[in-house]
């Protein structure tokens, strides 16, 4: 039976596991070990929209508060600068797959097929104009589920750590220099100080260290390298000066991979995510300086897209960059640490923390099954794009292995953004779900086979919908002046925008 829970690492992922299980299940005694040596890996600072639902759904954790210690800014999705259109926009908003008044068919099948998608939605209109949040007529804002935080990594994890000793998380500041193990998983932690730390479970949250999973059990490393070409960015920014504070994640084709543009409010943070079979770090700062000239220092952060073959090993669960990383395209990172924590402790309550093979066979195969789904939704981001003719994207192109996507894409071609076999071509576990599909296949403006011809009446509807779009995102708030209304001592944070789960109501039933 668990009684202790061992967490090595102290970055997002150390934290959030953290929290999560010491929240869900306050009779364990939680411990975080971190060394302050190897410190935390500073990249991780966009999100998708089920950060702020764990947050302050799962988690409870105030509104007020985390916006005073974390400051968060809005991202409402991503603005892509990809394929032949001037550019479109992937929004946390249901656009693609909408069905609207007026229209027969789900919306995707009006969108035009060239040009930018400036107003085919409420999020990306929103987007279009810089605004935050559409505008009620009793002049507050109008705040949805349907956006995700940009979070400056340091910042979020001190908010964490904070968070976690107010639960009661032990926090250690030590380095593990021995992992003890024998046939039934890992024994004992050796650290630097001389002491040695135990638990029944043990949480690697060790980053690209992987040191439990990877390294002292050696469990085997699946690549992505077929269908992700991408190892390494060029990571860099500057203080803000009077450029507007824009409410998404830029994602902007590069020579060699693609540049991300992440807003903070005092801070804009690029990063150039490259493949360096095509590029050296010397050029690649060279393209990344040439055009984003205002960039101060720099560093490169090098990776290696895939998953462990399981995340749960005896008694050894990985959650973040030490189960797996995708590359940061989709930011879904932050998001599926809180996910893959979720399945874990809800497991373990419902077995009456004990550690059974059987669930973490189950574990491990729903674990595996959504990594491998990211890499099969990023992998149509490279496939498809034609916006450059260098040799990286060339080869995209020509040999980016689609995995799982490929029935969808098979389908696609032949039927259009038709939703009819949407639950039988996605798994149940498909964060990105149609609307993701959709946005980038017809956001890259993949042809399909027999085109749809909108009546006349049908023509005009959507040509409304986008004006009404229009208008009612030009009288929404920007990101400054929504702060200002969240931050005013009057503002009341809605209190049923998520469900709530723990830790301060009694656990409610959850599905996992
Ligand atoms: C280029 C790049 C961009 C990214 N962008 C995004 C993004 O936009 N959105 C997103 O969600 N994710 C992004 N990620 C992923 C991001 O890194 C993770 O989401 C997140 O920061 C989790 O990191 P972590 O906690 O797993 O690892 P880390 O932050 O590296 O933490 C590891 C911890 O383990 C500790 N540790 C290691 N070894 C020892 C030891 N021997 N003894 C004691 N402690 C030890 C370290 O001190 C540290 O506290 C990006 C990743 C890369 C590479």
Redesign the pocket.
């Known amino acids: 039976m668990v009684k202790r829970v061992v967490v090595?690492?102290?970055?997002?992922?150390?934290f959030l596991a953290a929290i999560t299980i010491k929240a869900r299940a306050p009779s364990l005694a939680v411990t975080v070990?971190?060394?302050k040596e190897?410190?935390?890996?500073g990249?991780?600072?966009?999100?998708t929209a089920f950060l702020p639902a764990h947050l302050h759904g799962y988690l409870g954790i105030d509104f007020r508060e985390f916006y005073r210690l974390a400051d968060p800014l809005w991202k409402l999705g991503i603005k892509f600068v990809w394929g032949k259109r001037p550019f479109f926009h992937y929004s946390f908003e249901n656009q693609f797959e909408a069905p609207r008044q007026g229209l027969s068919k789900n919306a995707a099948y009006y969108f035009p097929r060239d040009g930018e998608l400036a107003h085919t939605g409420a999020g990306a209109s929103l987007m279009t104009l810089g605004k935050a949040f559409l505008r009620r007529t009793n002049n507050t804002p109008v705040i949805t589920r349907a956006l995700a935080y940009h979070l400056e990594?340091e910042k979020f994890v001190t908010f964490l750590e904070t968070y976690a000793t107010r639960l009661g998380v032990e926090i250690v500041d030590?380095?593990?220099v021995e992992v003890q193990q024998d046939e039934s998983g890992v024994t004992g932690l050796r650290l630097a100080g001389g002491t040695t730390r135990s638990g029944e479970l043990y949480i690697d949250?060790?980053?690209?260290?992987s040191?439990l999973m990877g390294k002292a059990l050696a469990e085997p490393y699946v690549s992505f390298k077929s269908s992700l070409f991408c190892d390494r960015?060029v990571?860099g920014g500057w203080q803000r000066g009077d450029e507007p504070v824009l409410p998404y994640t830029t994602a902007e084709t590069m020579e060699s991979g693609w540049c991300?543009q992440?807003e903070h409010e005092q801070r804009i943070n690029r990063?150039y995510?490259y493949s360096s079979s095509f590029i050296s770090d010397e050029e690649a700062e060279r393209e990344f300086r040439r055009k984003n000239p205002k960039v101060g220092p720099t560093r490169i952060?090098r990776?290696a897209s895939g998953r462990h073959a399981r995340s749960w090993v005896k008694n050894v669960v990985a959650i973040?960059?030490?189960s797996g990383?995708v590359e940061?395209l989709e930011?879904?990172?932050?998001?599926f640490?809180c996910t893959e924590t979720v399945w874990l402790i809800e497991a373990l309550v419902d077995a009456d923390l004990q550690l059974r093979p059987s669930v973490a066979g189950l574990f491990n195969k729903r674990v595996a099954k959504a990594w491998d789904v990211i890499r099969q939704f990023l992998a149509l981001h490279y496939k498809f794009n034609d916006r450059l003719d260098t040799p990286f994207w060339r080869e995209c192109r020509e040999k980016t292995d689609l995995c799982g996507a490929a029935e969808f894409v098979e389908y696609y071609k032949e039927n259009g953004p038709s939703l009819l076999w949407y639950k039988t071509l996605l798994s149940t576990d498909d964060q990105f779900q149609m609307e993701g599909y959709l946005a980038m296949m017809v956001g890259q403006r993949v042809p399909y086979r027999g085109e749809f011809m909108p009546t006349e009446a049908e023509r005009r509807a959507f040509e409304w919908h986008q004006r009404s779009f229009e208008a009612q995102a030009r009288a929404g708030y920007n990101v400054r002046d929504a702060l200002a209304v969240v931050r005013s001592p009057q503002f009341q944070w809605p209190t049923d925008l998520f469900p709530r789960v723990c830790p301060s109501a009694p656990p409610a039933p959850f599905t996992v």
């Open positions: 090595v690492g102290g970055g997002s992922a150390g070990i971190r060394s190897i410190g935390i890996i990249v991780g600072e966009g999100s990594n030590d380095t593990i949250c060790s980053g690209f260290q040191l960015a990571v991300w992440i990063g995510v952060v990776f973040g960059n030490a990383f940061p930011s879904t990172s932050l998001a640490i």
